[in-house]
């Protein structure tokens, strides 16, 4: 009859460590430019200033709505428009641009109506 063994297992014999691994890390030279000093790959143009230029901004200021809501409206107005395929001043308002417009626009009227329509329904609280 056999009996019963105990049973080891082998493990990988420990080598020793190179002489490239043995020494120290080297630290960072401080002359070295890091990557938040990178400058950024797109910059955003400032809003331009002077005569002749409407910010929403104003119009806001006119009506005594936050900009931020009144952004958030007129989004909502102008997907409405292009999902209804009207003819709207607001469709021709580029994403990811500036509110700003030119004196005598057609899109200025347009907006002032929805942002008084809003302050309407909601109030200037807000």
Request: glycine share 4%; proline share 6%.
């Amino acid at each position: 009859m056999r009996t019963a063994t105990a049973t080891t297992t082998k493990t990988a014999p420990r080598t020793k460590l190179s002489a490239k691994a043995k020494r120290p890390v080297k630290a960072a030279k401080p002359d070295a430019a890091s990557l938040a000093s990178k400058d950024a790959k797109r910059a955003i143009p400032k809003a331009p200033e002077g005569k002749g230029v409407v910010v929403l901004k104003t119009i806001c200021a006119e009506l005594g709505i936050n900009p931020k809501v009144a952004r958030r409206e007129l989004r909502k107005h102008r997907a409405e428009s292009i999902e209804e395929k009207s003819r709207d001043a607001l469709r021709s308002h580029d994403l990811h641009t500036r509110w700003v417009f030119r004196k005598g626009d057609p899109q200025i009227p347009r907006i002032k109506e929805i942002l008084r329509a809003y302050v309407e329904r909601n109030g200037e609280s807000e």
